[in-house]
């Protein structure tokens, strides 16, 4: 919406109104949730040689090592359709030992870059390799149904699968068997997590009751430890603090292409929106501005709000906030509980982006 009319107080400009998060529906297609299914903007330039690891850290250029011999050991006859013939064929040729590597860390070591590089590596072409969170691969089994999702990924070489956790027990016999129908279709995978794959369901459910699919998705990984601090607080200012409501609407105003929105009508506007959609939702938006920034109520609406993070993060969108400070969202019951991983990603990853947003604020 374009306006001519300045906000309050301003001298009269030929401002455009920001956008509002809140009034967009997004439908995505299925055959975008597949094409879209490569490394996000923030890591479309990232390479082995651009990861610095940290001196102090061995683990760090280790897997550097690791992941490159694992890129370059990809090349050979699935990429000329072997593997697509042993998924026809009636007995499936199951690969000899882990068919997959496993990066698990802290939050902020860079395992995303190490993931998107590795993608970037492997020398097949990019329809032959897919690269998403574990949500938007849960997400496409949900748009194309589990048969038509083996089929379509069965062709890759390489399924790299970032933020891994499994969050209840539909989506550990779900992945598991997507995985090992990939697996024995000669697909190669990658992953990253803060939690080892024989670890994966703790804390969330009754993991024991799952066991056998837990322990069948370790067997598909070879584990690499990645330690370090998180990179995006290495050297840096602590974040910002909130600025107040003004401050942020004059921002949206004068900013092109953002949005500004009252953050409890965000919250209750992404339970109306499936998480799929949360990235097309912030299709072109230069940057968020939120007014009245709250602890969020429940867990439901905490995890809603982790899946958007993950999406202004990798799309680079500074976010501009009023309220209290993003390390104040979460509750100490929520930072304590099954989910903590995600709620700590989410506080570093919005941190990062009103690093990033400090600018928009006129001095």
């Known amino acids: 919406m374009s306006s001519s009319t300045a906000f309050p107080g301003q001298s009269p400009l030929a ?26 903007p923030r890591f479309d330039s990232v390479r082995f040689d651009t990861y610095v690891p940290d001196p102090n850290q061995p683990s760090q250029s280790e897997a550097v090592t690791v992941l490159a011999g694992f890129a370059a050991g990809l090349g050979g006859s ?3 359709g072997a593997g697509r013939r042993r998924w026809f064929s009636k007995k499936p040729a199951a690969p000899a030992g882990p068919r997959g590597v496993y990066l698990d860390g802290g939050y902020g070591v860079g395992k995303t870059h190490l993931l ?67 697996v024995e279709a000669g697909v190669a995978l ?3 997590s803060n939690t080892l794959p ?13 066991l056998r699919e837990i322990q069948g998705l370790s067997a598909h990984f070879r584990p690499l430890r990645i330690d370090g601090e998180d990179y995006r607080h290495r050297g840096l200012p602590e974040a910002p603090p909130p600025y ?20 409890p009508g965000l919250l209750d506007h992404l339970a109306r929106v499936h ?29 809603r709000l982790v899946v958007l993070a ?14 209290v400070p993003f390390d104040q969202l979460f509750s100490d019951e929520m930072l304590n509980g099954g989910y903590r991983k995600k709620y700590f990603r989410a506080i570093s990853r919005l941190t990062a982006l009103a690093r990033d947003a400090k600018g928009l604020v006129a001095q």
């Open 198 to 210: 024989g670890k994966l369901g703790e804390g969330r459910f009754a993991a024991a009751d799952f």
């Open 116 to 182: 998107a590089s590795l993608w970037h590596a492997t020398p097949a072409e990019p329809s032959l390799k897919a690269f998403g969170t574990f949500v938007e691969l849960t997400n496409l089994v949900g748009a194309l149904g589990f048969q038509q999702t083996v089929r379509t990924l069965s062709g890759h070489r390489l399924l790299c699968i970032d933020e891994f956790e499994l969050d209840d027990p539909g989506d550990t016999v779900l992945v598991s068997s997507l995985l090992s129908r990939l």
């Open 244 to 263: 107040d409501d003004e401050q942020v609407t004059r921002a949206a105003y004068a900013t092109p292409g953002a949005s500004l929105d009252d953050f």
């Open 78 to 80: 699935h990429a000329t």
């Open 190 to 192: 990658a992953a990253t």
């Open 15 to 40: 401002e455009t109104a920001p956008l509002s998060l809140c009034a967009r529906e997004p439908h995505v297609p299925a055959d975008r949730l597949v094409a879209e299914m490569v490394p996000p």
């Open 310 to 323: 993950d999406r202004l993060y990798d799309r680079e969108v500074p976010v501009l906030a009023s309220g």
């Open 275 to 303: 998480p799929s959609r949360y990235g097309a939702l912030t299709d072109d938006i230069g940057a968020v501005c939120l007014t009245g920034v709250t602890a969020v109520p429940d867990q439901s609406t905490a995890l």
